[in-house]
């Protein structure tokens, strides 16, 4: 499979394997390009063979084992990236700093690691309006 970027958007080429109503699951085979990605320890993408994503779609009709692109803007993509990694690892630090002036130092870590249990719960409490916002469309090809 093979992944190409312009310049503002990533297109993955994929297939369908399931589909339920407007949900479509794309099965993605690693990309060729992450042996020389500088960023694949991070990226989580280079960790498997086979990685699933879903993509709602009610306007055009595909069906299961059909080839398609995956198309996702770059502008997306790096907002992902900080909500999932940069915005807690920013959120943690600032606790474990502030809250280390006031209490002991163990307990000041420990409250820094927790400090991201009620992020991540509300981060998947607002799930759907997350999907919304990070529309994945996919073309056939």
């Known amino acids: 499979m093979n992944a190409q970027t312009n310049n503002n958007q990533f297109i993955h080429s994929g297939v369908i394997s399931k589909i339920t109503g407007d949900s479509i699951i794309v099965s993605l085979e690693q990309n060729i390009h992450c042996e020389s990605c500088k960023a694949k320890a991070g990226c989580g993408i280079s960790e498997?063979?086979?990685?699933?994503?879903?993509v709602f779609n009610t306007s055009d009709s595909f069906k299961i084992n059909e080839t398609v692109n995956v198309v996702l803007k770059?502008?997306?993509?790096?907002?992902?990236?900080?909500?999932a990694y940069i915005f807690p690892f920013i959120l943690m630090f600032c606790t474990l700093i502030i809250s280390s002036?006031?209490?002991?130092?163990?307990?000041?870590?420990?409250?820094?690691?927790?400090?991201?249990?009620?992020?991540?719960?509300?981060?998947?409490?607002?799930?759907?309006?997350?999907?919304?916002?990070?529309?994945?469309?996919?073309?056939?090809?």
């Not at 498997?48 to 879903?54: L, M, P, R, W, Y």
């Not at 006031?102 to 759907?128: Q, R, T």
Request: hydrophobic share 55%; charged share 20%; glycine share 4%.
């Open 101 to 141: 002036y006031f209490l002991e130092e163990w307990i000041a870590g420990i409250l820094s690691i927790l400090v991201l249990l009620p992020y991540y719960l509300v981060l998947y409490y607002f799930k759907d309006a997350l999907k919304s916002v990070f529309k994945i469309s996919i073309l056939k090809t």
């Open 74 to 83: 770059k502008a997306l993509g790096f907002k992902a990236v900080f909500w």
């Open 48 to 54: 498997s063979n086979t990685k699933e994503i879903e």
